[in-house]
């Protein structure tokens, strides 16, 4: 995917309708005349809304002024956890996605790019990876420190609750490290979800104490020290159209990651299908009908 195949691919982040490339190729526009701007950095400004929600526009500033030392301090919390192994858990992470050479990958804060290098290799040669943040300073780090050779890289600036795709456009879509903040997080799952064609694989990971250990006075320490790891693993934002679920804890069992497939169509149960057996008609409509009774 050259360059321009990227700019072609964008559609507007609120309605999925396509956006014009402007005369002097320097903007998109919508169709209700917002404008994104191209740049001549090779990243892409989609924010949407231009002005964040507040806690979105919150994090992005902290993500800005912190950049620089944004890794050192990220290694240092995963060194309390129980000495993680940073990088095999990283590792271990991506390969959740089950990427393979050639395939499109879609990584929403992407951050300095610790992820995105282990992205980056799995689906060489000749694959695709987005690449995008909130934060013009970490996607800026990121890009400056990622190769390129024998993959495509593309990168914009947007919010995981308005993805600037159509349906159906990745193999697979890997968030880490963010989901807690995110101001409209059940619509990021279903964006998360849509962007990714069925029989793809989501991927999505953030703080949160398995609740077996927050009794125990060290984790005890952490949940008073950061609320942020008091957060409770998402479930119910999950969209529908989903199977083969698996959740697991990483980082002392700190963090959780969820991994899921995507399907075309969400799951149905048939109530009305008869009992085998039965002498008498029954299933799971008339017992229903007969517990609200």
Known sequence: MTHQDFLNA??????QTPLELAEDGKSLISQDGVVYSVGDTGIVNMLYPK???PDDAREQYLYDQAFLRYDRGVSWVFETLNHSDEAATRQFMIDLMGLKPGMTALEVGAGTGKDSALILEKIKPGGTAVLSDLSPNMLKLAQDKLSTEEVNVHY???NG???PFADDTFDAVFHFGGINTFSER???FAELTRVV????????GDESVAPWLRSRPSYQMLLKANPLFRAEVPLEDLPANLENFKLHWIFGNAF???EYTVTATAPEIDVDLPIPGKDFVDNWRLRAEKAEG
Do not use: I, N
Not at 10 to 15: A, D, G, H, Q, R
Not at 197 to 204: E, T
């Open 10 to 15: 964008l559609v507007c982040p609120l309605t």
């Open 51 to 53: 002005e964040l929600l």
């Open 156 to 158: 914009f600036l947007g």
């Open 161 to 163: 609750s308005y993805l």
């Open 186 to 188: 059940k619509k990021a």
């Open 197 to 204: 064609r069925p029989g793809g694989k989501v991927v999505v």
């Open 256 to 258: 959780y990651v969820m």
